[in-house]
T-cell receptor
């Protein structure tokens, strides 16, 4: 079935460091791809998404490009802040039998120190 | 705030007891999803409603689990005869329109079975 593999961490960075979180997927069709973020004590929030190949999603300084040839959707940010400390989940959505569901990676915990 | 809400936020119960969780989706959303998230893992799909119809159930949803959405608005998830392995965060999400649309998540209900 469809699946997502992402860097697991945990990862600790200093403020203003460069961030890359790798995400690759396996899918039989053409899924939409998402990055969700979970801040401490809060629910999942959509960070960015891309619905077709070569689309770039961006939000809050984060970017990810849907690469069909490498089946990847890596998350990047040029300069992280303490407020970016959270768990990051890569996910894909696919439609099967008339219903749509999200498939998530295991998540990566990021801690940013001042 | 008119986001997805869930109640209760936390539930502690003894093994063998029944528990029921409620989810109120964003009001104009006709699609509603339940996911389960265990510690250190990404959320896993449990079931999906379009309006009041339950269109898909994961094999993770044993016969002790039942979900309803009687009027196509709020939904309930009941777990009968709880087991320690049911301890997890139960997440609800909603969206509308068609495939690829963002699912918006509630804050979750954290269940601890003693």
């Amino acid at each position: 079935g469809d699946s997502v593999t992402q860097m697991e961490g945990p990862v600790t960075l200093s403020e203003e460091a460069f961030l890359t979180i790798n995400c690759t997927y396996t899918a039989t069709g053409y899924p939409s791809l998402f990055w969700y973020v979970q801040y401490p004590g809060e629910g999942l929030q959509l960070l960015l998404k891309a619905t077709k190949a070569d689309d770039k999603g961006s939000n809050k300084g984060f970017e990810a490009t849907y690469r069909k040839e490498t089946t990847s959707f890596h998350l990047e940010k040029g300069s992280v802040q303490v407020s970016d400390s959270a768990v990051y989940f890569c996910a894909l959505s696919y439609v099967q039998g008339g219903s749509e569901k999200l498939v998530f990676g295991k998540g990566m915990k990021l801690t940013v120190n001042p | 705030d008119t986001g997805v809400s869930q109640d209760p936020r936390h539930k502690i119960t003894k093994r063998g007891q029944n528990v029921t969780f409620r989810c109120d989706p964003i009001s104009e959303h006709n699609r509603l999803y339940w996911y389960r998230q265990t510690l250190g893992q990404g959320p896993e799909f449990l079931t999906y409603f379009q309006n009041e119809a339950q269109l898909e159930k994961s094999r993770l949803l044993s016969d002790r689990f039942s979900a309803e959405r009687p009027k196509g608005s709020f939904s309930t998830l009941e777990i009968q005869r709880t087991e320690q392995g049911d301890s997890a965060m139960y997440l609800c999400a909603s969206n509308g329109k068609g495939p690829g649309e963002t699912q918006y998540f509630g804050p979750g209900t954290r269940l601890l079975v003693l």
